[in-house]
């Protein structure tokens, strides 16, 4: 048998029959997915006599695999070399058994065996490089060099580079009807299959790197992502956390408006009010925007509060409303203030001094009470005349003036219940007593003894009042000292001394808590009252004379000790 048939990488089985393509393909298919160097020699087909055991058979030379050229991209592609012819083949006799063939599947190519057979291994063939394949951005792919021992010249190289195998052409030109497995046909094949095998290894490298990048950017996108989502609640959470602590902390609380304010607004300042009582009020008709700010800038000031009628603008600045209360701005308004207690001459002589209105016009209102609604038992507008402290635009009429006055005098008797204008007229005159006889802390007292008083049954005092400030009313004097004779003047009819009842009008003008008090008296089984301190006025209360008698001594020590007092 021909060494040459004999020859498992040729292509052949034993006795000469070329290997099929499917087992051709399966063959490079394992060397080109199996990193081996060496090919294991096919078993033995049908037909083929194994080789004898006392034969050792000697393996050809490895031949190494082509290396890629290192030339510059713009170095012209190196001339192929033609392959020396191999050297003859010895006779049958001398060839030994066929070898193993090795492969370089590997760029490391272990060194060539000292000792080599008598075949001449086949020339090494430099590959034609195509430019693209110059290029320095390609890819070394190793080589692989497939060489079937047999005839020199039937040597074949199989060159693998970036990924395409390339068969030299040049083994199948002499010995094509020997080799013919459809040379051409096969080859395309056989090129198609490594070059997909090729791909096969490389491309999941490739995936894999590249699905890695792109695992770690969406991995950096999405901690970006959540980061700002955490950076975006957080915020949310401070700005919707800073509205619900403001009005806890004050901090929303507007505590002055910028003035100057628009409209008009009229606030009354009772008598005995307190600057705190007032700027609740003013928060309360949106006069000043907060109630201590308004305290605080009133306190500085240091503005004495008056009772009476203020007229303010909506949403003004605290000191031009602390201006207003302490007449700062008196030029450009009409202001007076009537005193609880005054009588009606003295109100109308203020009246006329604060707005200009002569005194003529004046008395002519008060002798024509019934113009502004006072009940008709009223001869003038002694008592109605509202005491406090009145501001009024500049112009304005000297009946509106009056009708203001009276209008806040039956405002309150009506807010107490009072709506019968004979009632009113009697519980003014009740509240003009109390208002002149007692201080402020006991008027709730005082009323309820004078209603003792006019009780039917009483036979204690038999109606009788027994008022100095009635007496002294009636003869057109202030003092807090009467005689006898004008003790027993029953023509005085304001003298409650020797008339019983109530005398004939008001003494005075009461003011808001003097009329409360008349008009809910404080219930109690007193008769008498006395005043033994005229700066404090502290009042002693007793049931009968004789007690009465007693705290009388003590005013009348007063007055020793206060000389000039009690006149």
């Known amino acids: 048998m021909s060494p040459v048939n004999n020859d498992p990488s040729s292509g052949t089985a034993g006795g000469g029959m070329p290997l099929t393509r499917k087992e051709l393909r399966a063959r490079e298919r394992f060397l080109a997915t199996q990193n081996q160097n060496v090919v294991p020699v096919p078993e033995a087909t049908p037909g083929e006599a194994a080789p004898t055991a006392d034969v050792e058979p000697e393996l050809p030379r490895p031949i190494p695999a082509v290396p890629k050229p290192t030339a510059a991209p713009d170095a012209p592609a190196p001339e192929p070399v033609a392959p020396e012819p191999a050297a003859p083949q010895p006779a049958a006799s001398e060839t030994p058994a066929p070898e193993p063939v090795r492969a370089a599947a590997s760029p490391e190519v272990p060194p060539i065996p000292e000792e080599l057979p008598t075949v001449a291994p086949a020339e090494h063939v430099e590959p034609v490089l195509s430019e693209e394949e110059h290029h320095d951005d390609a890819l070394p792919v190793p080589a692989v060099a497939h060489v079937y021992a047999g005839h020199a010249n039937e040597a074949h190289t199989y060159g693998v580079h970036e990924g395409s195998v390339h068969v030299d052409d040049h083994a199948f030109e ?127 000031e240091g503005g004495e509060l008056s009772p009476g009628e203020f007229t303010f ?28 207690g005054l009588r009606i001459n003295e109100s109308l002589e203020a009246i006329s001094k604060g707005s200009g209105i002569p005194m003529a016009q004046l008395n002519s ?75 402020q802390a006991d008027y709730g007292n005082v009323a309820g003894a004078i209603y003792n008083r006019l009780k039917p049954n009483n036979t204690e005092t038999n109606g009788l009042i027994q008022s100095d400030a009635t007496v002294t009313y009636g003869l057109g004097k202030k003092s807090f000292h009467l005689t006898d004779e004008e003790k027993a003047d029953k023509s005085n009819t304001y003298n409650t001394y020797a008339n019983p009842g109530l005398p004939a009008g008001p003494i005075g003008s009461p003011g808001k808590t003097a009329i409360d008090a008349a008009a809910k008296p404080t219930q109690n089984d007193y008769l008498y009252w006395v005043t033994i301190n005229l700066d404090t006025k502290e009042t002693k209360f007793s049931k009968t004379l004789a007690e009465h008698s007693r705290y009388v001594e003590q005013y009348n020590a007063w007055c020793q000790a206060n000389a000039g007092r009690c006149v």
């Open 313 to 340: 603008r909506t949403e003004m600045k605290n000191s031009d409303a602390v201006a207003v209360l302490v007449n700062k701005d008196a030029s450009k308004v009409i202001y007076f203030a009537l005193s609880a």
């Open 174 to 300: 002499d010995h094509a009807p020997q080799y013919d497995y459809e040379a051409h046909e096969g080859h395309m094949e056989l090129h198609d299959e490594l070059h997909d095998e090729h791909h096969h290894l490389i491309a999941p490298v490739e995936v894999t790197a590249a699905s890695k990048a792109a695992a770690k950017k969406a991995r950096r996108r999405r901690r970006v992502l959540a980061l700002l989502i955490t950076l975006g609640v957080f915020v949310a959470a401070i700005a919707i956390g800073a509205q619900f602590l403001k009005p806890l902390l004050g901090m929303d609380k507007v505590t002055d408006y910028p003035g100057p304010g628009t409209g008009s607004v009229s606030i009354t300042v009772p008598e005995g009010a307190g600057p705190k009582a007032v700027a609740t009020a003013l928060v309360e008709n949106h006069v000043v925007a907060d109630a201590d700010s308004f305290v605080k800038e009133f306190v500085t």
């Open 365 to 439: 209102f008060n002798q024509a009470p019934g113009q502004f609604g006072v009940p008709a038992k009223a001869k003038n507008l002694e008592g109605f005349l509202a005491p406090g402290e009145y501001r009024f635009p500049l112009g304005t009429s000297g009946k509106d003036i009056i009708q203001k006055l009276v209008s806040s005098t039956l405002d309150e008797l009506k807010a107490q219940g009072i709506t019968d204008p004979a009632k009113q007229y009697d519980t003014v005159t009740i509240a003009s007593i109390v208002q002149a006889e007692g201080g």
